[in-house]
C-alpha cells in the first residue's frame, strides 16, 4: 500500500487530493496547522477515528507548519511517505501585499523545508515530491497561451514566492536526482474554494442575494481575464504527474480564458438576476499590481499524462451555485442572519480586504 504526505490538506485541492488517494487505495497522512477553532471541514467526511480503523487505506493527521522545518523533517523521517504533496501556502494574492514576508517565508521556504525534508528521507528510500506552482508566476504576460517554457514575470509577494519555489524544486532535480516536479495549474474552482477568491466570492453572493440575505456585492477588478477550471479534476493531474516514467513540469488548465464580469453574468444569471443591479466597485479590492489575462496551453499535460480538463466554466458556474444556494437556504431557515449590504457579507465588517 502507497503512502502519501500532503501539506495543506484542510484547503481546497487538499480535500479533493485526500479522498482521490484514499480512493485509489493510500494511507495519507496529512499535515495541519493547530489553530483555536476548528480548520478541518473540508475533510471531516474523510477522517475515520483511528480507533475503528483497520489495515485499509486511512487519513491520519498531524500537527505541523511549513515555517518549522525540523518538524517537517521528523514527520518525513516518521511517515516515510512514497509520494509528497506540497499544496499548503498562504494562497491569496491580494493578501500577500499585506503580509509579504509571511507568505514569502511560508511559500518558498515552505517548498525549500520540504524538500530538505525529502531529501534527507532520499538518502534512506525512493520518494516523489508534488510541488503546487501557479499561473500567478506567468503574470504580466508575454506570450499567450501560457505554457511550460513561457518566462515568468510575477506581479504579487505570492506569485515571486511561488517562481522561488518553482527553482527550488527543479534545483532539487537537477543537484540531487530527485523526483519533484512543479503542477503549473492555472485557477480552479468548486463548491469548497474559499469564500474571499472571486468565483466562490460571487456564487455566495449571488445565491445570498436571491435567497434576500444580502443586499449588494461589492468587487475589485471585473474586467481581468481567468482560466478557470473545476479542481477535482486537477488533482487527478496532480497524481498523474507523480506516476509519469520521468519527473518535468506541466501546464494544467482548460485553454479557454474569460473575464470576472462573465462570471457574474453566469452567477447571477443562474439565480434569474442581473448582476449589474447588484454589483458595485469597492477600490479597497484592487491589487497594486494585477494580472490582467492568463490562458493556458495543457497540451503536454494531454500529451504526455492523458489528462483534459472536462469542465467548462458554465458547467462550473452551476454546480457551484446550486451548491451556494442549498446553503443559503439553510442559512435563512436557520434564522440566524441580518441582512447585510454585502460590503464584507463573509468577513467581520471591520476586517481587511481580501
Ligand atoms: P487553500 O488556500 O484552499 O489551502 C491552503 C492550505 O495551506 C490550507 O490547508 C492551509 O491551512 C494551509 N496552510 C497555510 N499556511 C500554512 C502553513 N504556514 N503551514 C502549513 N499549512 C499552511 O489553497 P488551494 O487548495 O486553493 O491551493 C492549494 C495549493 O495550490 C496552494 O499552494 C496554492 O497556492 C496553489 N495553487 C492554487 C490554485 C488554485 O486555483 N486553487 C492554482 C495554482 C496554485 P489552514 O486550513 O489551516 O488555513
Ligand atoms: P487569483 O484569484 O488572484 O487569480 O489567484 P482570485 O479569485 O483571488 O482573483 C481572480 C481575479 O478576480 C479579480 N477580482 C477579485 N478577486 C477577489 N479575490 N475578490 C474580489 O472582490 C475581486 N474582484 C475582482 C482579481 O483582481 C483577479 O484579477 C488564485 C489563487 O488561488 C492563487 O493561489 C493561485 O495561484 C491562482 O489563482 C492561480
Redesign the pocket.
Known sequence: MKKALV????????SYLAELLLEKGYQVHG???R?SSF?TSRIEHLYQDRHDAGDGPSLTLHY????DGQGLTDLMLATEPDEVYN??????VRVSFDSPIYTHD??AG?ALRVLEAARRLADKKPVRVYQ?????MFGKVHETPQKETTPFYPRSPYACA?VAAFHHTVNYRDSYGLFAVNGI?????SPR??ETFVTRKITRGATRIAEGLQNKLYMGNTDSKRDWGY?KEYVEGMWRMLQADQPDDYVLATGVTETVQHFLELSFGAVGLDWQEYVETDPRYFRPAEVDLLLGDPSKAKAELGWEAETDLNGLATLMVEHDRDLARREKHAGDYEVSTGAHANQPATGPAA
Do not use: M
Open positions: 501539506t495543506g490538506i484542510t484547503g481546497q485541492d487538499g499535515v495541519i496547522r489553530a480548520n505541523g507548519d511549513l515555517a499544496l499548503g501556502a498562504q494562497s491569496h511560508v511559500v515552505g503546487a506552482s501557479s499561473s500567478e511561488k495549474l492555472f485557477n480552479h474552482e474554494r474559499g479542481a
